[in-house]
């Protein structure tokens, strides 16, 4: 006997799932996972392999659909081995998406680690004016440049494949480093509170492809260390004593003077409040520094 109409089944059939607070949560925290994974590899080359790997789950896809057995066995037993190769193949964007969750704000407020906690002065007025001082004159004279800035992260790393210095920072001996055709003009020196660490240090190089084609190695090495940790680079143009300068994984270039001592400014860490710089904008976030 066929089922009479009633609107109680339409509004059975219309009734939709119960919906938990709880899975509301889980859906907005996935929604935000799967948001910066996106972002996270779009400007790296993991974004093609990315790819590669949405091509393959359309092909498995549609072997599913239309019962395609031996393509379904293939894939089938070789799903754990491409787990393992995958983590092979994304190793260096593995480790620089960790290192990046461990730079995070709500990281360090959790978990009070020693040097995120240490809210002393990172460098003083006279360093930012010496280095200020030895840029523009690098500037003026078209002789390349790579100075790197220590902040929370330590670059003891990338220190160690340079040669030692250990001296006060000054113009003058910016300036003597990077002169032609020294022994130390070659490579990036690192600065660390109000002393020169070390020169001709190596740096990484950016994978970046967005970056430009008329940029060399010097701004490529400069960028390369700004994405795996939170120092702040200074690069001087060997060809147009252009001034740039890189932090958090982007790339600021020709900027004047003025601008890249108010930059300085803002990572010098003078106040012992907790506070955010806004440091591409030019501007403080929450604007409590205190100015000798």
């Known amino acids: ?72 066995w293939i894939f089938s037993n070789t799903i754990n081995v491409g787990i393992i190769a995958l983590i092979i193949v994304f190793q260096p964007e ?13 990281i360090s407020s959790l978990i009070p680690f020693d040097e995120q906690r240490d809210k002393t002065e990172k460098f003083s007025d006279f360093t930012v004016s010496e280095i200020v001082k030895a840029v523009e004159e690098l ?3 078209k002789t390349g440049a790579l100075i790197v800035i ?38 990036a020196i690192i600065i660390r509170s109000n002393r020169i660490l070390s020169a001709t240090c190596y740096l990484p190089l950016s994978d970046n492809m967005r ?21 702040l680079t200074i690069i001087v143009s060997e060809e147009t004593g252009k001034t740039s300068i890189s932090f958090d994984g982007r790339l600021e270039r020709g900027i004047d003077f003025e601008t890249l001592r ?8 003078k106040s012992t409040e907790n506070k955010k710089f ?15």
């Open 211 to 231: 970056i430009s084609k008329d940029l060399g190695t010097r701004h490529r090495a400069g960028l390369g260390i700004s994405e795996v940790t939170d120092s």
């Open 1 to 72: 006997m066929p089922e009479v109409f009633s609107w109680d089944n339409v509004a059975n059939l219309l009734q939709f799932p119960r919906v938990k607070i709880g899975d509301i949560v889980e859906i907005f925290i996935i929604a935000i996972i799967i948001y910066q994974v996106i972002k996270w590899i779009k400007d790296t080359r993991a974004w093609m392999l990315f790819k590669g790997i949405i091509v393959l789950f359309a092909v498995a896809l549609l072997a599913s659909i239309f019962q395609l057995s031996t393509i379904l």
């Open 150 to 187: 220590e902040r929370d992260v330590m670059l003891s790393e990338y220190e160690n494949t340079g040669i030692p210095v250990d001296a006060i920072v000054t113009s003058q001996l910016l300036i003597n480093i990077f002169e032609h055709n020294t022994p130390l003009h070659d490579g």
């Open 139 to 141: 500037s003026r004279t």
């Open 278 to 292: 806004k440091l591409w904008k030019g501007r403080l976030k929450n604007e409590k520094v205190t100015h000798k």
């Open 94 to 106: 593995l480790r620089r998406a960790l290192e990046q969750l461990g730079r995070k704000n709500i």
């Open 262 to 269: 108010r930059r300085l400014i803002a990572i010098q860490n």
